[in-house]
Structures are given as structure tokens and as C-alpha cells.
């Protein structure tokens, strides 16, 4: 029944794609025939276009977590080394399909992503439109159907799921102000033996967002938007999300800008719920802004902070808790093909009701950047120290869900580099390595996922 449902929509999206478009009401497209007729060479210069490209390639991932857990016995409590190596392979098969319809006035983009590996395999079928109702309003949908089959690290889960959004945008006045409304749709399906924690569910929703868009000035957006969840194998799960957004930032004469964003959700449970997992409020706020202090020297700033809030919370699984991060950098840009900054980070973690949560955090990071023409590398090394409120004691059974201060350091890397003759390498990855002060807590990991690429 699923393949047929992944078959409708696939033929749908074909026959739409093929088919006359019926116009909008008061589409250009329906209504602007005898002027088109009218004007030598229009007829060329609106034809409709149609562009396909397919690719094919293999895929590596490998990834590795290297850590020490408790093993308990009758008679003591002891350490033992776990390393959970993993690696696959894929084969990587793509098409998309890039037009337009009605003379231009609609464009619209099909994309089929399979990936067919040892461990896991995936199918993603995706479909947007966009389409100007007139001069100055616009139409855009979206939706995707996915299906994946995981079986890595001793998983057997199967898992379906279709979302996407409909959105219109329309000015408001002086038309740099712009009004958007829109919904979403979520339905998610999992089966198999290891899909006890990502239960079934549909969801549904929508939102309404202003913008301020003016050539120079503060531009601006804020909205709120409403989603419905119900989970039909646990209805304890079904609830409500309202969430927000604010952001505001400024471009003084091109000697830096300045951007303050909120974002938040507030979640409600739709029933009396035994726990809090779904009664909760999450709120973000930051600050961003840069300085110039030449053409190829800036310095970057960034402030944040994250408050999250249970209705009902406990010390062991809900518990409150407060994120602060800070961040500084002196940065140095050449041309729009490279650049480099290096600055400090830190970071405070407090929980009043979980006390052994509660961290500081400094670290030094450098980022380099690299975009040429057919080229895009980023390398982020950092290097610190983070240090627990509530240290250990040093009697082990005490100490059962402690954590001892560490030294870390840590890597990414990305890159999509061209090969030549229509090949293309993209690669991610990130390791991380953890010295504590006490050893029998040091831990290691590994990330990475290689893929290469013939494009046509």
C-alpha cells in the first residue's frame, strides 16, 4: 500500500509537470495573450523552459564512539571499554527536473534522491512550485515523501513520513513590508522492531509572519505560528506547539551590522499527562553583530542565551535548565574567497533541581574558509576546558552520575570540491576527543561521510 501511495505521488508530480496549467485568478499568464501577441520577440523571451539532470555515485559513512561504562557484578562496580565502530557503503542514484509554466510566471522543481547502502537505505521524493498571483503577490508550495530502512547499530526500524508547506506572500503599503500566511502538514509512519521510540504521528498546522524588507534601514520579521500533534499509538503525546519569532537587524553604512533574534515554542499537552516531556516552554534570544575595521578586517560578536521551563519538573529526566554562550572573533577576509577567524567561546550550563548538569565551558576556535569556483572548504578546530559545578568525590558508588572535568579538542570539516569531467567529491565529518580528570571517563568520537558523484 505504501509503494502505490510513493507511485500516485510520483505520477502526480509528473502529470502536473506535463499538464496545461489552469491560470490563476488573475494570472499574467492568462490574461496578457494579446500583448504578448503584440510585441516582436516576446514569445521567446517568455517560453517556457525545462532543464533534467541526473547523478549517480557511491557514498561511504564511518563513524565511531570509543567511551567507558559501568559494569556491574555481584560483588563490585567496574569500568569497561565500549568502542562501537561502524561503516557503510551506498550506491547513490538522483534526478531533478527545474522548469517554468505559464510563460515564466511558474517555476517549479522535482528532485528523486535514492541511496541504497548495507545498513541503510533511503528514498526521497521532493516537489516545489512557486507561482507571482500578480506583480507583487506570490504562491509557493512544497512537499516531500520519504522512506528510510535503518539497520545500523543493531537497529530494524522501517520509517515513512510526508510533509511540506503552502505559503502566500502578499506587500503591505509602501511594499517594503510584506505579509505571510501558510500551513504545514507532518504525518510520520515507523515499523519494525526498534521503532518503540519513534511512535506514529500526524501533525498539522499554520502560521502568520510580517516582514520589513526597506533598501537601507532596520529590516525586520516577526510571527507566530500553531501546530497540532496526535500520536495515535499514545494519546498522553498529543498536544499543542505556539511558537514565535523576532529578528531585527541594522547595516549602519557598511561598517558592520547588528541583529538581535528571539524564537521560541511553548508546548501543551492536549489531555492530563502522566509526565512534563510535552508540557514545556523553550525561549531563545541572541545578539549578533560585526565591526569593520577595514576591508579585509572585522571583528564578530555573538551573545545567547536559552531558558527552558517544565510545568511539572524533576532532578532526573525534566529538570529545568539555563544555556549561556558567548563568542568573539577577530576575522580576517580576502576578496570573497577566503577567510579565517580565530576567537574564545564560553559557556555556563545551570539547573537548580540538577545540579550535577551544571558546567562552565571555555574553548579558543579557529575557522578557515575557502570558496573558489568550484570549490567550498570550511576546517573548525577548537580547543578547551569544561568544568562540572558538582565535581566527584571519589568514592565510585557516590559518584554514580558525576562527571569529571575534561580537556577536549575537536574537528570539522566540509567540503564539495569538483573533480573534473562532471565529477564531484562532497565530504563532512567531525572528531572529538575527551581527557578527564578522571581517565575512566575519557571518550572519543568519530563522524564521517564521504560521497562522490557523476552529474549530468
Known sequence: MRSRAAILTLLLASAWVAAPRAAWPGDLAARSDTVRASVPGDRAATSDTVRARFEFGAGADVSNEIFYEDDVDTTFLRHRLVSTPEAQLAGVLAWELDGTRGGRETRYHVRNDLRAGNLVQTELLELHAGSGLDFTRRLDLESRLGWRHDQSFGRNLTEWRADGFGRMRSPLGDGDTHVEAGGRWDFGRSSGPSAGLIPDRNAGGGWIALDHTPITGVDGRVGYSLIARAYPDSTMRDHFEHAWEARARDDPRGAGWLEFESTGERRVTMRDAPTSRDQFLDARASVDGRVRFGRMLAGDGRFEGEWFRYDHPDSVLYFDYDVWRAALDLRFDRLATFAASIGPRVQWLR??????????????????????????????????????????????????????????????????????????????????????????????????????????
Open 351 to 456: 539547573s537548580p533541581l540538577s545540579p550535577a548538569e551544571a558546567y562552565d565551558e571555555g574553548a579558543i576556535a579557529l575557522e578557515l574558509e575557502w570558496l573558489a569556483r568550484s570549490a567550498w572548504w570550511n576546517v573548525a578546530p577548537a580547543f578547551g576546558r569544561r568544568r562540572y559545578r558538582l565535581g566527584p568525590t571519589g568514592r565510585p558508588f557516590e559518584d554514580v552520575g558525576i562527571h569529571s572535568p575534561y580537556w577536549f579538542v575537536e574537528a570539522g570539516l566540509f567540503c564539495d570540491q569538483s573533480l573534473g569531467a562532471g565529477w564531484r567529491l562532497r565530504a563532512s565529518g567531525t572528531a572529538r576527543d575527551e581527557r578527564h580528570d578522571d581517565a575512566s571517563q575519557n571518550a572519543q568520537s568519530l563522524y564521517f561521510s564521504l560521497d562522490i558523484r557523476r552529474l549530468f
